[in-house]
């Protein structure tokens, strides 16, 4: 099975000018988990609640780190997972496009 999560929008400090420091952002999760049914499902309100709950807390300076960090925290919370594609936006960064960073982990 394939758990989508789209267009997971939230706000959080993350980035390294000083400014991103201090004012939050919006970013915005796409992530696709593909997970052995058979060994129980996983609840996709509970890995919403991890990832925004993570990029808060974490104040991630990049973008990079912030999706090092939850394939780790992802894995060990939801051990069924097999693979994890995820993808985090800041769309209001440039003006006239939205930037992202896109990682694929098979376990």
């Known amino acids: 099975m394939i758990i ?7 706000e959080c400090i993350i980035g390294i000018l000083d400014a991103e420091r201090t004012t ?11 997970y052995d049914y058979e060994d129980g499902f996983i609840d996709y309100a509970l890995v919403t609640e ?10 991630f300076k990049l973008i990079e780190e912030a999706i090092l ?7 060990t919370s939801f051990a069924s ?5 995820l993808t985090i936006y800041k769309p209001d960064i440039l003006p006239d496009c939205r930037i992202g960073i896109t990682q694929k982990t098979n376990y």
């Open 50 to 59: 991890h990832i925004k709950n993570s990029m808060k807390e974490h104040k």
């Open 24 to 34: 939050k952002q919006k970013v915005i999760v796409k992530a696709e988990i593909d």
């Open 81 to 85: 997972i097999n693979s994890l594609n």
């Open 4 to 10: 989508t999560i789209d267009e997971l929008t939230f």
């Open 69 to 75: 960090s939850l394939q780790t925290s992802l894995k």
